[in-house]
């Protein structure tokens, strides 16, 4: 383990063995000078890598001489930070490959491959999206690749459950990466389609014992995970701590679910953000897919904002439905607004609700809908406006909406997530009520909804505008601040980096201008919407 836990020991063990690799540098020194010397002889674009760090901290890919320096700086600070030291290393980057990987085992009578996984779909260099087996790989490729994998844990001298990490280009050319001797985040995709139990298989062999097998068996259909972070894709994955509200996981025969938060909790700012895993399995990769798709349209997560509706759109795309997948290709997909849909049923319902449970009479705990008619409550988005006509029967509450010719129907369970369905249609949502908003999460979005009829000016009412004020996203620790008061700045310029959940967000400038005042220090511990640096937007940088 801790030589596998090296990247450059790993690379020399992989050489050993006969596997290719990328070309790389030696650990890097302190003389930036000498790192630009190093870049030009690896050649641009490349990779700013940490030895020892894992699940993507520190990468950093640099295309050309004026971003190395500032790279490799960042890339050690965000290693050293996470405890995995600040040794850098320099890597060719390939354009565009695939990230394919192989589970091996080994223990003392050898080691063999467990089949694989494709793991390309990644953002900020961490995996979001795995699948099992890698599709589109040819016989003799995944041969290659399997035998590479068991010769990396020869030579190493691996005794355990480990994965064998590979870059494959458009030409199939194969190019080692690095050597994780452990349980992978995305262990489950290779134990719903080969039926092991990877951890007790860990277990045994740490025990002393053989694994039952040395046989792969023939995969059972294909799996698909997904990672549900508590992270905003429109702020550039910003991780979002904070309370949980109702959280309800999707269950079913094709689906699995390894999560470790749950209604009421807090997702800290010190860890990473990854809620949960979802995973579909099918008998092959269209149902796997499609498995995979309904599970995450089913998982209600509120308080927090989530990826769920990006990976709902990385899902949809051409690219993963034909398996044509990239490690560039989830950074070409955003996260589109989804329409409310049945949302604001919840939000009417939650009002319903509201109204009779604080009522003291039973005249008033009727509310204003009557048993004998109808009532219509309209309410608003920050686009658009809805008018819902309520009733209620012997069966209870029922509601009529534009775009549903069947009348909808509401409950509530224990874990206070609303089912709201018509006819063959179900869905779920959470409702949090938040100074007169009602904030409604689930079905692959979320949305604030307000009681009564839309303002004429609605997108000035509820949109936040820019006064110049930056702001800290979440707790954080001041890394470097790079302005000083009275300095001009451009828009999208660095004002202030900082340091969260083991990883850097730079903070830019909204707008140009000047620096009017700085209120941060380096080394300063900062709360959620501290205010960091103050822009005069009245003076903005001119030509000349």
Not at 303 to 326: H, K, P, Q
Not at 366 to 378: E, N, Q, V, Y
């Amino acid at each position: 383990m801790r030589l596998c836990g090296d990247k450059l020991a790993t690379r020399a063990v992989a050489e050993r063995a006969g596997v290719p690799v990328v070309r790389a540098s030696d650990p890097l020194d302190d003389d930036p000078d000498h790192w630009r010397v190093v870049g030009k002889d690896i050649g641009y674009p490349l990779m700013v890598k940490p030895a020892e760090a894992g699940g993507g901290r520190g990468l950093r890919l640099v295309t050309d001489e004026a971003g190395l320096v500032p790279a490799v700086e960042a890339s050690r600070r965000e290693s050293a930070a996470s405890g995995a030291g600040a040794v850098i290393y320099l890597e060719r980057a390939l354009s565009q490959p695939r990230h394919v990987e192989v589970q091996v085992v080994a223990d003392h009578a050898g080691a063999f491959a467990l089949g694989d996984r494709d793991c390309s779909l990644q953002r900020r260099h961490q995996k979001v999206i795995e699948e099992a087996p890698a599709p589109h790989v040819s016989d003799t490729t995944r041969q290659a690749l399997h035998e590479y994998g068991c010769r990396v844990a020869k030579e190493a001298g691996l005794r355990g459950i480990a994965t064998c990490e590979f870059l494959l280009d458009k030409d199939a050319e194969i190019a080692f990466l690095e050597v994780n001797p452990r349980i992978q985040v995305e262990h489950p995709v290779t134990e719903l389609v080969t039926g092991v139990d990877l951890v007790e298989w860990q277990l045994q062999i740490a025990s002393g014992a053989c694994v039952p097998s040395h046989e792969a068996p023939e995969p059972r259909g294909h799996a698909i995970e997904a990672r549900v972070y508590a992270e905003d894709p429109d702020a550039g994955f910003l991780p979002t701590a904070g309370a949980l509200g109702p959280v309800a996981w999707p269950a079913g025969p094709a689906i699995r679910v390894d999560a470790g938060y749950g209604s009421g909790d807090t997702v800290p700012t010190a860890y990473d953000a990854m809620l949960a895993k979802i995973v579909g399995h099918g008998a092959d990769r269209a149902d796997a897919l499609s498995a995979l798709q309904v599970a995450l349209c089913d998982t209600v997560v509120s308080g927090v904002t989530t990826n769920i509706g990006w990976l709902l759109n990385l899902l949809g795309s051409d690219a993963v439905r034909d398996g044509l997948t990239t490690t560039t290709t989830a950074a070409t997909i955003e996260r589109s607004r989804r329409p409310p849909g049945m949302a604001p049923v919840a939000a009417v319902a939650q009002q319903v609700d509201r109204a009779s449970s604080v009522a003291t009479d039973p005249w008033s705990a009727i509310g204003p809908w009557r048993a004998s008619g109808r009532a219509t409550i309209i309410v608003h988005g920050v686009d658009w406006e809805m008018s819902v006509t309520i009733w209620r029967d012997a069966t209870g509450w029922q509601a009529a909406l534009d775009g549903i010719s069947a009348p909808v129907r509401w409950w509530r369970g224990p874990d206070r997530v609303w089912t709201i369905g018509s006819e063959a249609r179900v869905v779920r949502f959470a409702v949090v009520e938040r100074e007169g908003t009602f904030l409604v999460y689930g079905n692959g979005g979320h949305w604030p909804i307000w009681p009564g009829p839309k303002p004429a000016k609605s997108a000035g009412t509820h949109a936040q505008q820019s006064d110049g004020q930056v702001l800290a996203p979440l707790p954080a620790t001041v890394i470097q601040v790079h302005v000083t008061e009275g300095d001009q700045v451009t828009k999208g310029q660095a004002l202030v980096t900082l340091s969260a959940m083991k990883m850097e967000l730079v903070c830019e400038s909204p707008d140009g201008g000047r620096i009017a005042s700085v209120s941060c220090r380096e080394g300063d511990l900062v709360a959620a919407d501290q205010l960091l640096v103050k822009l005069d937007r009245t003076a903005e940088v001119t030509d000349g």
